[in-house]
């Protein structure tokens, strides 16, 4: 008999056979209708998007010119999000640390200039990672690229899963990720981040997006799946025939899991055994800083075994359900590649 547990907020079901099914109390004789062609304003308020969405603040339209003001320099640039839900029955304690973990990373393993690293988290001194804000950095991030450039997108937070009616999805869902106001604003769905980051990418641009949260493996919609099982890149083309892919370059997406799995926060690489931090970002991290020449397929081996060690001692899963599934870090491409390569970021 499969098990179903409810998120009391977002009235989501997940069932222990690793499906998510989303359902509401009000709406639920609609989910289970024929919605084939339904508009996706239907689904956002299934997610309590509100009307007054549409009304920008002073403050907010002010922090959206400061961030389309941020220079757009040649060479290496990245966005780096971190949401904590403070305040939210939902609360995550590690991404502020994890977006601090990752600056650190790409300014010593990777020498990205200070300059170029922009950072949205809920702490006083940056801008917070609303949908808005979220997506015109994005924008920002892939303005103007040019032959060279190297991009990092990086998002530590809530990620779900809602029904594609439009025969887009392989598995029949769009992966999200959760911006600190999605309750009001809405989700990102894979579909926006791939019009927003990947579509722009000229040739001999590189990007990649580290994803640190759950139901993450196609989180950019990229047309190539790696199988560490088979060790073959598996095709995800969507099955309507939409192009997915770039405007030449090259587009790279790590995630935390698969879309049909959680991801964790743990205290389980602490030292002190109480700092919370995402156990993708940790393991990231500590496979490139402990090998310089990782490559891609070493990464995903060496964040694996970190990741069985650490459950084993136990952690705590950041997802809204709360079931106990192993997280397997998911590679995913615009086109394939010798997964032999160092991982150059």
Not at 44 to 65: C, I, M, P, Q
Not at 79 to 99: E, F, I, P, S, W
Request: aromatic fraction near 10%.
């Amino acid at each position: 008999m499969t098990e179903h547990m409810c998120c009391s907020d977002c009235h989501e079901f997940a069932s222990d056979d690793g499906d998510t099914h989303l359902q509401s109390n009000k709406e639920h004789a609609k989910f289970i209708s024929d919605r084939k062609g339904a508009h996706d304003v239907f689904f956002d308020r299934l997610f309590h998007r509100g009307d007054n969405w549409n009304v920008v603040s002073s403050y907010e339209e002010a922090t959206l010119k400061s961030i389309r003001k941020w220079e757009t320099t040649k060479g290496k640039r990245a966005v780096l999000c971190g949401v904590a839900y403070n305040k939210q029955k939902y609360k995550l304690k590690g991404t502020n640390y994890d977006v601090i973990n990752m600056r650190e990373l790409l300014l010593s393993h990777f020498s990205f200039p200070s300059t170029s690293i922009h950072i949205l988290a809920e702490m006083d001194s940056h801008f917070h990672p609303t949908k808005r804000n979220i997506q015109e950095a994005m924008k920002w991030l892939v303005k103007d690229n040019q032959c060279g450039d190297s991009l990092v997108f990086y998002f530590s937070g809530h990620g779900l899963r809602k029904p594609d009616f439009f025969d887009d999805e392989l598995d029949g869902y769009n992966e999200t990720i959760c911006p600190v106001d999605f309750r009001l604003a809405g989700m990102i769905t894979d579909n926006d981040i791939n019009d927003i980051i990947v579509r722009p990418l000229k040739d001999g641009v590189k990007l990649h997006a580290i994803i640190d949260a759950c139901h993450s493996g196609t989180i950019l919609d990229l047309q190539d799946v790696y199988s560490t099982r088979k060790n073959v890149w598996l095709d995800n083309s969507s099955p309507s025939g939409v192009y997915k892919g770039t405007s030449g370059g090259h587009a790279i997406s790590i995630s935390a899991c698969e879309d049909n799995q959680l991801a964790a926060d743990t205290s389980a690489f602490s030292d002190s055994g109480k700092q919370m931090e995402g156990a993708m970002t940790y393991t990231f991290k500590k496979a490139l800083m402990e090998n310089p020449s990782m490559t891609y397929a070493g990464l995903l081996a060496s964040m694996h075994k970190d990741i069985l060690a650490a459950k084993e001692k136990g952690f705590s899963l950041r997802g809204l359900f709360h079931r106990e599934r192993l997280q397997e870090p998911v590679l995913s491409s615009s086109k394939v590649f010798d997964v032999n390569e160092p991982v150059a970021l």
